[in-house]
């Protein structure tokens, strides 16, 4: 039997096998004058999106330091699978680096029955960057002051209650499916195609809750068009009046989405260290603090070991949740 795929798969692997040798064998010679060309920068995300922000700090700060300009490419779409496969293809040289997303790392190897990465075995942790929460939000008319309020109401009205997430397959999605769980609670799924218009149908009263960004509704609460009835992490500035998920009696509603950098499995030790050193010095730079703090995306650098553990962690987290949500990306 002929297989079609066998010669092209066969192809892929003795490539990356040979520029794995070859990273091992020119480790040395790379170290010593890396970097000394452009470093090309994968985002999962549309060009315009917050998390450029973060890619830009670190570009900025890396090019003061080495000389070197951070070029970017948007791979958006395939829920950062396509981001993924590019850096798969790259060369382990710390040339190429993706802004992953805890949902491409975590998420998506318990939603794709095929998943075309390895998390683990094709990437190499440089850090991670920042962590924002979410704030579970509903529009005014809903008959609840306060989420204790809120789960009664919909204990007392089952099938009749809904949240909307940004998209389907993320934290924000099954940040909803574990407070059905842990409340006992039967709220309907309703996913979207980006934060901007989960708001919009929130403010236009088409969905009750949502789990979103605190800035993408900051204003609404303010003006009371919203209500926030609890946040994923900590207490935040941004919205001082809203206790925590943790505060009102659900630790296990702890939920952060995050995003982190990597390079292609392989890459020399020696290099993964110094883009460490470069993208942590960045984050940490107190000016680069303020302003993320400002738009709620709270700094987290780390060493590339301590990057690894978080995501274990936080794979093992979201098997359950994606298991009982019933989602498949594919």
């Not at 970017?72 to 779409?77: L, M, Q, V």
């Not at 982190?260 to 392989?266: Q, V």
């Amino acid at each position: 039997m002929k297989l079609k795929g066998a010669p092209r798969a066969f192809a892929r692997t003795a490539a990356r096998i040979a520029l794995l040798a070859c990273a091992v064998a020119c480790a040395p010679a790379f170290a010593q004058d890396f970097p000394n060309k452009p470093i090309r920068m994968i985002s999962p995300f549309p060009a315009g999106n917050v998390n450029e922000i973060v890619m830009r700090i670190v570009g900025d700060k890396f090019k003061e330091v080495t000389g070197q300009p951070f070029v970017y490419e948007y791979k958006a779409g395939g829920a950062g699978v396509i981001a993924a496969q590019t850096l798969m293809a790259s060369p382990p040289d710390g040339y190429t680096i993706l802004l992953s997303t805890s949902g491409m790392t975590s998420i998506n190897p318990h939603a794709f029955a095929k998943l075309p990465y390895d998390p683990v075995r094709d990437f190499s942790p440089v850090t991670a960057a920042i962590r924002t929460q979410l704030v579970f939000a509903a529009h005014a008319s809903v008959a609840a002051n306060n989420l204790a309020e809120f789960i009664a109401f919909a204990k007392a009205n089952p099938g009749k209650t809904n949240f909307a997430s940004f998209t389907a397959g993320n934290p924000s999605h099954f940040a909803g499916v574990i407070l059905n769980q842990l409340a006992g609670i039967d709220m309907l799924h309703v996913a979207y195609k980006g934060t901007p218009p989960a708001v919009q149908d929130l403010l236009g009263g088409q969905v009750m809750t949502a789990f979103v960004p605190i800035t993408s509704v900051k204003g609404h609460v303010e003006s009371g068009k919203l209500k926030a009835y609890a946040l994923t992490g900590e207490r935040s500035p941004l919205l001082p009046g809203v206790p925590t998920f943790k505060e009102l009696g659900y630790p296990k509603m702890e939920i952060y989405a995050w995003t982190g950098f990597l390079a292609p499995a392989g890459t020399p030790a020696a290099i993964v260290q110094r883009l460490n050193r470069e993208f942590t010095a960045a984050l940490k730079q107190p000016e680069a603090q303020a302003r993320l703090r400002a738009i709620d995306l709270e700094p987290i650098p780390n060493s590339p070991e301590e990057f690894a553990a978080m995501m274990k962690a936080d794979t093992e987290r979201w098997r359950d949740a994606v298991k009982a949500s019933g989602f498949r990306a594919d």
